[in-house]
C-alpha cells in the first residue's frame, strides 16, 4: 500500500517560523484532514513554504486523529504526526534549506531552591505513564507533568511520595511504548488549594545507571512523543463549559479520550472509550468519587486528547452517561451534607468490623477503582480494618483513603 501523503502550506514567514518552533522542531506537526487515518500509520508530509518557493518533505507516524465529528466540540479534524528525524536534527535540516530560522524567546527558567542547581535542566511538558517501585510499597501507576535530563514532575497518585524516598521509575516512551527504569529520589511536594500534595518533584539520580547518554536520548523522545500526542488537543476554560456538558459531549463525538482537568496545582483526568467511562482519577480517588469531585470544579482549564495511555482502568467500563448520573448524585448528597452543617469526618479504628450497608449488592457498585472493590468484596464477610490493611496489598493510607470513599457513598459502614 502507497504511503499516503499530506500538505501544510504556509503563505508567510512568520506563520512558518512559529508552526516551526511551537511543534516542528519538538519532533511533531499537526495536519488538518478529514481524510481516514489510523493510528501508527505511516504518512509523507509536504510542507510547502509559498512565501519563498520552497518545499520540505518529512516522514512520520500518526499518534492521535481527530475526527470530524469533533468539530461540534471546538476542535480541528486532523491528524499529529510524530516526526521521524530526531528533534536534535530537525533544526539542522531546515536551516540547511532556509538558511537560520529565528527562535522563541525562552521561558524564564523557574527559580531554583538552594542547593538544587540541576533544576536549571530544559524541561519540557509532556504527559506519559510511569510505574513507580519502592521498597516499602507496591508498585503503582503515575502520569508525568514534565521531564528533563535531570528530573521530573508527576502527578500524586495512589501511595504517599515524601520528601527524601527513593523510587524507581519505569517511563513510557508513548511512541514506540519502550520503557526506561531510572533511579531517582523525591526532593519537592507541589500542594494544590485542598492542602494535600498534588505533585512531586523526582531528580534522577546521577550516579546509578542509566548512564546519562541513554537518559538523554530517551528523554528527547518521551518529550518529542509526548508533544507530537498532544498536538490539535481541545482545551479550554472550566468556567466557560460546564464539564458535565464537555464530557457529554465528547463521549459523543469521540471513540476515544482522556480529558485532563486542572486547577492549579490539582491535577484529574477522565479516560472514556466508545460512550463508556474506563478511569476516573483525581489525587488518590478513583472512579465514581474522582468524578464527582471533578464534576464540582469550577475553575480552571481542561485539554482533550483523543486518545487513552495504556494501562489505564483497572475495573469494568460503565456506560459514561450513567457514570455522571452516578457521580452527580454523589455530589448533590455531599452538597446537602455541607448545607445542613455537617463535616466529612470519618473516626477509622483499626479494630472497627466493615460491613455492607444493608440491602447493598455489590454488583450494583460501579465506577469504583481495585481498592475500593477488593474492600466491598471483604466487607460482604465483615472485617475489622486491621485485617483489611493485612490482607489488601497496598499501603495503610491509601486502604483508608478508599474506605472513605466507600463511606462517603453510604456503601459501607463501621460498626
Known amino acids: 500500500m502507497a504511503t499516503k501523503r499530506l500538505r501544510f502550506d504556509f503563505a508567510t514567514e512568520e506563520t512558518f517560523v512559529t508552526e516551526f518552533n511551537d511543534n516542528i522542531s519538538k519532533g511533531g506537526v499537526f495536519v488538518e484532514t478529514t481524510d481516514d487515518f489510523e493510528i501508527r500509520e505511516r504518512v509523507t508530509v509536504e510542507l510547502r513554504l509559498l512565501y519563498c518557493r520552497k518545499q520540505i518533505t518529512l516522514g512520520g507516524e500518526v499518534v492521535h486523529v481527530i475526527p470530524p ?17 530526531a528533534a536534535s536534527d530537525l533544526r539542522q535540516k531546515f536551516e540547511s534549506v532556509l538558511g537560520p530560522i529565528a527562535e522563541n524567546a525562552p521561558p524564564k527558567p523557574a527559580k531554583c531552591e538552594e542547593g538544587d542547581d540541576r533544576r536549571s535542566s530544559k524541561r519540557a511538558a509532556a504527559r506519559v505513564t510511569a510505574k513507580v517501585s519502592a521498597d516499602d510499597m507496591s508498585d503503582f501507576v503515575v502520569h508525568t507533568r514534565d521531564i528533563s535530563e535531570t528530573g521530573v514532575a508527576v502527578s500524586a497518585g495512589s501511595k504517599d511520595l515524601e520528601v527524601g524516598k527513593k523510587v524507581e521509575l519505569e517511563i513510557n516512551e508513548p511512541v514506540s511504548g519502550k520503557a526506561l ?32 547518554g541513554e537518559v ?20 479550554g476554560e472550566i468556567t466557560r463549559r460546564g464539564i458535565r456538558e464537555t464530557l457529554d459531549l465528547l463521549g459523543g463525538a469521540a471513540p476515544q479520550g482522556t480529558l485532563i482537568l486542572r486547577r492549579g496545582q490539582r491535577e484529574g483526568f477522565v479516560a472514556m472509550l466508545q460512550g463508556y467511562l474506563l478511569a ?23 485539554r482533550f486528547e ?13 456506560p459514561l452517561r450513567e457514570a455522571i448520573s452516578q457521580a452527580t448524585e454523589l455530589l448533590e448528597r455531599a452538597t446537602a451534607r455541607q448545607r445542613q452543617g455537617e463535616k466529612r ?6 479494630e472497627a468490623v466493615v460491613q455492607l450497608e444493608p440491602g447493598a449488592q455489590v454488583q450494583s457498585f460501579s465506577g469504583l477503582g481495585k481498592t475500593e472493590r477488593a474492600l466491598l468484596d471483604l466487607a460482604t464477610v465483615g472485617m475489622t480494618v ?22 462517603e457513598q453510604g456503601y459501607v459502614t463501621l460498626d
Open 69 to 85: 465529528e469533533m468539530v461540534k466540540a471546538g476542535a480541528k479534524p486532523g491528524v499529529a504526526l510524530h516526526l521521524d528525524a
Open 181 to 212: 527504569p531510572i533511579r531517582g529520589e523525591v526532593v519537592r511536594e507541589m500542594v494544590g488549594d485542598d492542602g494535600e500534595v498534588a505533585a512531586v518533584g523526582i531528580q534522577f539520580d546521577a550516579n546509578e545507571p542509566p548512564t546519562d
Open 216 to 235: 538523554a536520548d530517551f528523554i528527547d523522545k518521551v518529550a518529542k512523543g509526548g508533544h507530537s500526542r498532544s498536538l490539535g488537543a481541545v482545551s
Open 280 to 302: 476516573a482519577v483525581n489525587g488518590k480517588r478513583t472512579g465514581i468519587p474522582a468524578l464527582a469531585e471533578l464534576l464540582s470544579w469550577r475553575s480552571g482549564d481542561y
Open 306 to 318: 483523543t486518545h487513552v495511555s495504556d494501562g489505564v482502568g483497572g475495573h469494568a467500563p460503565v
Open 345 to 350: 469526618a470519618f473516626h477509622i479504628h483499626s
Open 386 to 407: 486491621a485485617k483489611m490493611q493485612s490482607v489488601i496489598p497496598e499501603d495503610d493510607a491509601a486502604i483508608r483513603s478508599a474506605l472513605e470513599n466507600l463511606l
